[in-house]
């Protein structure tokens, strides 16, 4: 696998563990949050080798996804504008109080668990180990 790519698909695992860090301690908007981040550095792991370029400096995951077109089901792609989101929510809450009401547990650990579905199909493109 590609220098850039490896490090963007290394962090991406990074996030998906702090995600998983933040269910255990209840923090759910990180939850989403970190779920989003490393979505978003997986499919900037796959741009690099897809465009052989750096990827753009954006949080869109739909954006990112029309771009590397990553092999993923019709659920996966609706989980990617669902969070993507979803995410503006948690890293810019209007109000912080009913943001927390906003996400529980089962709908977090549903989110952590499609993450690593989606993430897991990215890694496993074979376009990564050219």
């Known amino acids: 696998m590609p220098g850039p790519a490896e490090e963007w698909l290394t962090q991406s ?16 908007i990180y939850v989403v949050f970190m779920c989003h ?14 465009t052989n370029g750096p990827p753009p400096r954006t949080h869109n995951l739909v954006q990112l996804a ?17 969070i993507n989101t979803l995410s503006v929510t948690t890293r810019y809450p209007d109000d ?13 650990e549903n989110f952590v ?6 993430i897991r199909c990215i890694r ?3 376009r990564l180990s050219k």
């Open 13 to 28: 695992a990074y996030d998906l563990d702090t995600a998983k860090a933040m269910l255990k301690t209840e923090r759910y």
């Open 37 to 50: 981040l490393a979505l978003e550095k997986a499919l900037k792991g796959l741009f690099t080798v897809v």
């Open 66 to 82: 029309k771009v590397t077109q990553p092999r993923l089901n019709k659920e996966q792609n609706a989980f990617l504008v669902t």
């Open 96 to 108: 912080l109080s009913k943001a927390l009401k906003e996400f529980n547990r089962e709908q977090v």
């Open 113 to 118: 668990g499609m993450a690593e579905e989606v």
């Open 124 to 126: 496993k493109d074979p």
